[in-house]
């Protein structure tokens, strides 16, 4: 696969942990759902990655993120929304547009 196809990204350093944001501070976890998402080109990862390699001797990887596979479909306006911003309410799923309008259309499920 080539740099230029690649979007969304996680990195990931060779134990399988990906690296995350605690607040202002960088970690690395196991747990998928708490790993920072950049953006390949414009974070400039492949640069950061060869830096972090040649100034550090740090060796993160780059690991596509599956656009389909990360998406969740908003209940109120069918809008596939990045599971990270999906929000649950105890009844349906809101993307952060819908979240945001406090009349939120009701869906079938709702009646």
């Known amino acids: 696969m080539s740099n230029a196809s690649l979007n969304k990204v996680y990195l990931r350093n060779l134990v399988g942990e990906y690296l995350s944001r ?3 501070n960088w970690t690395f976890t196991l747990d ?3 790993a920072h998402v950049f953006d390949y080109e414009a974070d400039n990862v492949a640069e950061q990655l060869e830096l972090a ?4 001797g740090v060796i993160w990887v780059a690991v596509q993120i599956d656009q389909n596979a990360e998406a969740e479909t908003c209940d109120a306006c069918g809008r596939k929304t ?5 929000l649950f309410d105890d009844t349906r799923y809101l993307c952060p547009n819908c979240r945001k309008s406090k009349a939120a259309p009701a869906t079938k499920a709702d009646s």
């Open 22 to 24: 605690d607040g202002r």
């Open 82 to 86: 990045r599971f990270t911003d999906i």
């Open 53 to 56: 390699k040649r100034d550090s």
């Open 32 to 34: 998928q759902t708490k």
